[in-house]
Nanobody
């Protein structure tokens, strides 16, 4: 079965960094576009960053310059390096895999930025 398993979330102070990982199984990983989304309480799930199978990336304006998405096809893993974290980044972060009409979601990992 298909699984996307996020890890790396936690509680950090403003200005600190976290690196999220999403390990995929059950799919031909290299063929999928991968993304990170987040959802804060009372808000819609929003795009954070995507990385296509060809390596091209896209970022939300709110994280541009602070976050970096990358992928390691040999490890079937997509990463989100989050620097200069702010309280507004607090959310559940979800991993996403998309190919044509097929989409998968992970269970999410909590990121809390608080002093």
């Amino acid at each position: 079965q298909v699984q996307l398993v996020e890890s790396g979330g936690g509680l950090v102070q403003p200005g600190e960094s976290l690196r999220l990982s999403c390990a995929a199984s059950g799919i031909i990983f290299s063929m999928y576009n991968m993304g990170w989304y987040r959802q804060a309480p009372g808000k819609q799930r929003e795009l954070v960053a995507t990385i296509a199978s060809d390596g091209s990336t896209n970022y939300a304006d709110s994280v541009k310059g602070r976050f970096t998405i990358s992928r390691d096809n040999a490890k079937n893993t997509v990463y989100l390096q989050m620097n200069s974290l702010m309280p507004e980044d607090t959310a559940v972060y979800y991993c996403n895999a998309l190919r044509f009409i097929t989409m998968y979601w992970g269970q999410g990992t909590q990121v809390t930025v608080s002093s």
